[in-house]
């Protein structure tokens, strides 16, 4: 009998940079795309279809929104350039995690950098939790979703060998006990 694979749930997910540990979790992240551009061929006496010929590769911005920590390397990031008009390319790593913490699946950002920082709107009548974003440009993504293949990020333990991962399938019930 072939077990069902559900999908994996959005709600844990970090940023590191490449080699180093991770900056921080993630509230909400978007622009995990890629589009292929097309142009059109009209083709002499064709008249019934148009050719759509791939064209080129274009990957909008990351961009990731979180809570304000006491950690600020991104926003210490952002300051590089503009204190030092120096831009400092990284690749990141966007890990999607397991209810045990094991990675899932790992988007890797080839060059990136920060286009846009958004520190948080505060308003002291609503008490809302403060917000940061940051947007971040970059030349591709890559995927990494083979289980037990996305190595962990440095500073992160790998996962325990003897715990199996579900794969974020949910495990089917215990059979029943005997009669």
């Known amino acids: 009998m072939v077990e069902p694979v559900y ?18 979790s993630f509230s909400e992240c978007t622009g995990l795309s890629v589009k292929v551009d097309a142009f059109t061929l009209r083709e002499g006496g064709e008249n019934g279809f148009e050719h759509q010929l791939p064209d080129k590769v274009s990957h909008p911005p990351l961009v990731l929104k979180r809570g304000v920590t006491r950690n600020g390397d991104l926003f210490d990031w952002v300051r590089t350039f503009g204190e030092q008009s120096k831009v400092e390319l990284k690749d990141v790593q966007i890990d999607l995690k397991l209810p045990d913490g094991t990675s899932a699946v790992r988007w890797t950002a080839k060059n990136a950098y920060p286009m846009k920082w958004d520190g948080p ?59």
Not at 7 to 24: A, D
Not at 150 to 179: D, W
């Open 121 to 179: 709107s505060l308003n002291a009548v609503r008490g809302e939790v403060a917000i940061e974003s940051i947007e971040l440009a970059h030349q591709g993504l890559t995927k990494s979703s083979s289980p037990g293949q996305v190595a962990p990020a440095r500073g992160e333990a790998p996962a325990p060998a003897a715990k199996p991962s579900t794969g974020g399938r949910i495990p089917p019930p215990p059979p029943p006990p005997p009669e």
């Open 7 to 24: 999908p994996l749930t959005g709600l844990r997910f970090e940023l590191s940079f490449t080699g180093g540990k991770p900056v921080g």
